[in-house]
């Protein structure tokens, strides 16, 4: 009978526990605010719980356009809408 060597069963569980920890999470289904001007290609989001805009039009990290489902941080009390 073989058996599996313990440093291989290890190194099994270790990726399997990576994949799952950086796997990308799914944005939320519900949206937390809407587009200022919806036809242009980057535009502002105007968040719906304290009805303010952010202050960015693109991702930071990405140049990307917002998404509204998303939720964003405040700085000093402003939105930053992410993608």
Do not use: H
């Not at 105007?46 to 991702?59: A, F, G, Q, T």
Request: glycine residues 4%; proline residues 11%; contains cysteine.
């Amino acid at each position: 009978m073989r058996t599996i060597p313990i440093s291989c069963e290890v190194a099994v569980v270790t990726f399997l526990f990576v994949g799952i920890s950086c796997s990308p999470s799914m944005p939320p289904k519900e949206l937390l605010g809407e587009f200022e001007r919806p036809e242009a290609e980057f535009s502002t989001v105007r968040y719906w719980d304290r009805d303010l805009v952010s202050l960015n039009e693109r991702c930071p990290n990405t140049q990307a356009r917002l998404n509204p489902a998303i939720e964003p941080i405040y700085v000093n009390g402003r939105p930053i809408g992410f993608c």
